[in-house]
């Protein structure tokens, strides 16, 4: 049966476990949180020693897997077996191995769990393993966050641990660590540590505890850029340079180019976007609303475009193509440069 994470979830909450789960998908995070949970779950932990195994992907093959699936558990309920990186299952994929799968699928044995982690690929369920798994198993897809639901999915997740998120707060996390969930995860539990009940997790706390400057980060030189303010630029670049190994090129650039291709949407859409508008793009609040109304003013959609391609061009140089002896501080400062000045048309840029 195919079901998606939190439908899983659900059904272990509620002790409904299934025989056979494929946990797959690009999105590691639900992948790993519903393995993580029938770990803990299926078997109280006295029963864990005897009965519950976690096998490696390169380390076996289908027919090591199922002999261990075949095992009845040993003065306990269940027998669970966990295949972590299943992926790497060397015949898992070759038709060889299906009628063996095939066989088992039919027919399980009952006092198993059996789960296979599939991370990062998706099996095709239009050929015949796919079929087999989604008419004989539980099949969870975990799907890649797109960058607008990350705002979204991160106060859903601070409200499901009982406390709140500022919305200035939540812009900050969803565009300086992106659609990583268990990194997001992992930072939002650090906050949470540190905020009492009731008290929200506002920026202040996000800029003090994930290493972001409160004056010298890309968000900064972002609304430095929006408002063309030359100086303001200058100093977070003189930051940066003091400071590489907390402000690393690529990240900022990926940031940077999230927001001007946002700001090129933004000039195709109507002249004042709506918040609903706003909100399609991931920009939730009105504070970056107003960084990106500053950016419409500044940047017509030519030269939006224009910038886009002088991004695109600085991340050809990190990874080292016609960038000659520029170090990372020097793409980045000749990148800001450009976007501020730009070059007159016919002259030599």
């Known amino acids: 049966m195919l079901l998606d994470p939190d439908a899983v979830l659900k059904q272990i909450q509620q002790r409904q ?4 789960y ?3 998908g690009d999105e590691p995070y639900y992948v790993d949180r519903v393995a993580d ?13 005897f009965n519950q195994l976690v096998l490696y992907g390169k380390d076996v093959d289908v027919a090591t897997i199922l002999s261990q699936a075949k095992r009845f558990p040993m003065m306990a309920e269940r027998t669970v077996v966990i295949v972590k990186e299943a992926q790497n299952v060397a015949d898992l994929e070759q038709e060889r191995a299906w009628p063996f799968l095939e066989a088992y699928l039919k027919n399980p044995l009952p006092s198993t769990v059996l789960v296979f982690c599939y991370k990062h690929k998706t099996l095709d369920t239009r050929k015949k393993l796919g079929k087999l798994l989604a008419e004989k198993a539980v099949l969870m897809t975990s799907k890649k966050l797109y960058d607008n639901q990350v705002p979204q999915w991160l106060t859903g997740y601070v409200r499901s641990r009982g406390q709140q998120i500022s919305g200035q707060a939540t812009a900050m ?3 300086y660590i992106g659609t990583d969930l268990s990194r997001l995860t992992n930072e939002i539990d650090k906050l949470l540590l540190n905020v009492k009940p009731g008290q929200a997790i506002d920026e202040d706390l996000v800029q003090r505890l994930v290493g972001i400057s409160k004056d010298y980060n890309i968000f900064e030189l972002q609304r430095a850029l929006a408002q063309r303010d030359v100086l303001k630029a200058n100093r977070i670049l003189t930051y940066f340079a003091a400071n590489p190994k907390a402000n690393p090129l690529i990240p900022n650039l990926t940031l940077l180019f999230g927001f001007f291709t946002k700001l090129l949407v933004l000039h195709q859409g109507s002249p004042t976007p709506s918040d609903a508008e706003y909100k399609k793009l991931g920009i939730m609040n009105s504070f970056a609303q107003k960084d990106f109304q500053l950016a419409r003013r500044a940047y017509p959609p030519e030269r939006t475009l224009e910038i886009i391609h002088l991004l695109r061009r600085a991340d050809a140089q990190s990874k080292g193509i016609a960038s000659g002896s520029l170090n990372e501080e020097e793409i980045l400062r000749e990148l800001v440069w450009r976007i501020l000045h730009p070059v007159p048309a016919g002259a030599v840029g």
């Open 17 to 20: 476990f299934q025989p056979v």
């Open 22 to 24: 494929f946990l797959q």
């Open 37 to 49: 949970a029938l770990e803990k779950s299926v078997l109280p932990e006295p029963d864990r020693a």
């Open 173 to 175: 996390l969803a565009e």
